[in-house]
């Protein structure tokens, strides 16, 4: 079992900067990939990045590429996600998934087995 609890979500200004982080606890926390995932009102959830249980290897959807950075600290059972430049079409409930069954990231969601409760960011224009 994992069990996962994000924070730092709140409201910011188009432009402004958030970080997400995420806790995890339960399963050795270097041995898997982890991944956030945001779901806005009336929109089925999609993938945002990912990162590699080593977090060598990170991947992004084009609509935050080079705005968030996804990071990870497995000394410390930490996820993160840094979001800048943040826009109003960022607004959403951000997830944050664990996926134990590889080491490696992946996009999609049917892979992660492990969900956080989720934390509300919403950017005002």
């Known amino acids: 079992q994992v069990q996962l609890v994000e924070s730092g979500g709140g409201l910011v200004q188009a432009g402004g900067s958030l970080r997400l982080a995420c806790a995890a606890s339960g399963r050795t926390f270097s041995r898997y990939a982890m991944g956030w995932f945001r779901q806005a009102p009336g929109k089925e959830r999609e993938f945002v990045s990912s990162?590699?249980?080593?977090?060598?290897?990170?991947f992004y959807a084009e609509s935050v590429k080079g705005r968030f950075t996804i990071s990870r600290d497995n000394a410390k059972n930490m996820v993160y996600l840094q979001m800048n430049s943040l826009k109003p079409e960022d607004t959403a409930v951000y997830y944050c998934a664990a996926d134990t069954t590889s080491p490696y990231g992946r996009r999609w969601s049917s892979v992660y087995n492990y969900w956080g409760q989720g934390a509300q960011v919403t950017v005002s224009s």
């Open positions: 990162i590699s249980a080593s977090g060598d290897s990170t």
